[in-house]
């Protein structure tokens, strides 16, 4: 996997030397230079060499990975760094307010809980296939009207 650079280094209004810019993200001026060969602007194509921060920005963050979206049906690991499918084909809805809520799975490869933010309405869509028990929201936990049915709902959040 291709190293992700601190682009938020680079302020987009101040233009960089060859080596200003290879010093700020931590790359030698040689990247630097191979990135000039494969398109990275120059503000002038001749000594001294200088980049416009913006350009810098836009290129490096062009180049890298990006974060792998969730397919339906998929949580996203921390962990793993990849979006995976929960265990079981599995996953708690919990809801977070009226109209969103998260999925949560076990990650099958590293055991992690894993959680995906979901609209209740893109809930269908978000889960794609799997097998989802909704779980009774968090703030019934405290509600003090049904004592009995908090001791049971706190046993299943176990
Ligand atoms: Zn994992």
Request: net charge positive; glycine share 6%.
């Amino acid at each position: 996997m291709a190293r992700r650079h601190n682009v938020r280094r680079v302020k987009i209004h101040r233009s960089y030397s060859v080596s200003e810019a290879a010093k700020l993200l931590g790359v030698s001026k040689h990247t630097l230079s191979r990135w000039i060969d494969a398109g990275l602007p120059l503000i002038e194509p001749k000594r001294p060499f200088l980049i416009l921060g913006s350009e810098l920005r836009a290129f490096v963050k062009a180049r890298q990975p990006r974060k792998q979206p969730c397919r339906p049906g998929e949580i996203y690991c921390v962990r793993c760094r990849a979006p995976k499918r929960p265990a079981f084909d599995e996953a708690d809805y919990i809801p977070k307010t009226p109209t969103t809520g998260q999925l949560a799975g076990l990650c099958p490869t590293c055991g992690s809980l894993i959680y995906r933010l979901t609209k209740t309405a893109t809930l269908a869509v978000a889960s794609g296939d799997l097998k989802v028990t909704r779980r009774p929201a968090q703030e019934r936990l405290s509600d003090s009207a049904h004592p009995s049915l908090n001791v049971h709902f706190r046993r299943n959040e176990k």
